[in-house]
């Protein structure tokens, strides 16, 4: 088409006119990937860091870690002691909480026994790493308010026995729409409290804190290890791309790659993935997705462009050195059920019945390998967190899982009956919980003693 039969065009549609999109690649930011924490302690198993816990903006409430969110990348390897000294720059007290990490009870980061961190306080957390795996740190104080406002980071610890991939990409995930109001005064169920991407509800997607869609440009011929985390406060994430593959779940390896169509990823969950990066890019697409039914039918939402520059052969996977090893047997009997029930309608969430704090606490010791029962009730998914240990799934609705998996966050579908086999090796007062954190805040939190 000439110019002239162009402007001809423009005419002929007249003032409805719009200029013409820009061109993909221009609305599309690239993806930046979080910084890392600076490691304090030159010796070559100790990893000592510095975060401070500060508020960047008002209204809207926003709050991070040295300045940054998501915050800094802590990296470490297996074996090695992690020091994290915070120092509370908010006007409210604080914690640290390492989700998914066998810490000691007293390093645990949280604080419905003892005191959290007041502001302009200091603390510091130490303690050895003992798994591999892509993990993350949050408040537990004020979870809620704290999280949605910008405070949360990976942790990520390499199993130095591992090859290492050609490049890596970290996603931190969050879902921009779900502030409170600053004052935090509204009282439960109040219709101005914001719904937190319950049903179809949209919520505007982060990745590593800028919307999405961001593009990310490799080059033909690499194997690229890719870290996911959702740190959403509410919003499920059902993923998808061409050639999905994953590898590592919330705890590490998985026994052997998988490559489901789809991956979903609730609030607080991890997973690793493998890109073998070919002659073509591809789109990483958010189907949607409601807490109230899970998939939902709507367009895909495009959240990550990979680019791939130097078209080359696709290579082949990185040689990770997987466990392998099935399911283990589910046994007849239960030692410990959970009950989840609530509704949205009375803003009312427990656990067998109980609202966090006035809560029964269930003991079992050290090295035992009790069954739990999680029983969900309620017209919502949960998913289920406990602290300071893993578990291995046992069955779904009476059916094994299609692979071994451990984890320490495990969606719970409406009505549905998952049973894990807790590995409890640490003593404390470990809670275990929602990780919707609206319900953890409503009530939906329990404790579980682990004898010496
Ligand atoms: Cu991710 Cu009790 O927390
Ligand atoms: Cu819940």
Redesign the pocket.
Known sequence: MSRWTWTLGLLAAGCTTRPAAPPVEARVAPLALPAPAPDLDPAPDAVRVRLTAERTSEAPLRYAYNGQRPGPVIRAKVGDRLTVELTNGLAAPTTI?W?GVQVPWAMDGVSWMGAPVPAGGQFSYEFNLLHPGTFWY?P?FDTEKQVDAGLYGLLIVDDPAEPAADDEVLLVFDADDEHRPATDDLPDGDPGRPAHGHGGRAARWTVNGEAGPVQWTGRGGQRVRVRMLNASNTGYLALTWPGLRQIAGDQGLLPAPQTPDVVVLAP?DRAEFEWLLGREGFTLDRLPWSLNGGRTYAEAEPLVDVVVEAPADAPAPLALPYPGGAPSADPPYSDLIYTFSGSDRTGVWLINGERFPDVTIDSVAVGQRPVLEIRNVSASHHPF?I?GMRFEILSIDGAPPPYRRVEDTIDVGIRQRVRVQLWPDEPGDW?A?C?LLPHADDGMMTVLRVRP
Request: net charge neutral; aromatic share 0%.
């Open positions: 909480h989700h949050h537990h607080g967190h602290h809670m919980h990780h």
